[in-house]
């Protein structure tokens, strides 16, 4: 019993060591990498010169741009069958239920008597 202890032990010390060793060899290359210099998105933008924005611009671009924009189309409606004009049986194999079910729906929706 007491060697299968010894032995994890040992192990253990080992598996330790070897993430020591990783480590050390991970900021052996990570200090060796030349530095970048990362530059925002803002700091870029700002090597330009930046216009004035008036609000009579703003305005004038807002009623362009909604001027422009196409008018949002209804949804399509669905067209409702006349009365007794619903074929249960097509509608059933449609909606893989039984020809009871359907007309229970239909008779909750009003579409059947």
């Known amino acids: 019993m007491t060697d299968a202890l010894a032995l994890v032990a040992v192990s253990q010390l080992v598996c330790i060591g ?10 052996s290359v990570k200090n060796r990498a030349p530095q970048r210099v990362r530059r925002s998105p803002r700091v870029q933008s700002l090597e330009h010169p930046v216009q004035a924005v008036t609000r009579e611009a703003t305005g004038r671009a807002a009623r362009e741009a909604y001027a422009a924009a196409t008018p949002p189309r209804p949804a ?14 097509e509608l059933a194999r449609r909606m893989n239920r039984s020809e009871e079910e359907v007309r229970l729906l239909l008779r909750r929706r009003g579409l059947s008597q």
Do not use: H, K, S, T
Request: glycine share 8%; net charge neutral; aromatic share 8%.
């Open 18 to 27: 070897a993430i020591g060793y990783l480590y050390m060899q991970l900021q």
């Open 76 to 89: 399509p409606r669905a067209a409702r069958p006349a009365e007794g004009a619903v074929d249960v049986a």
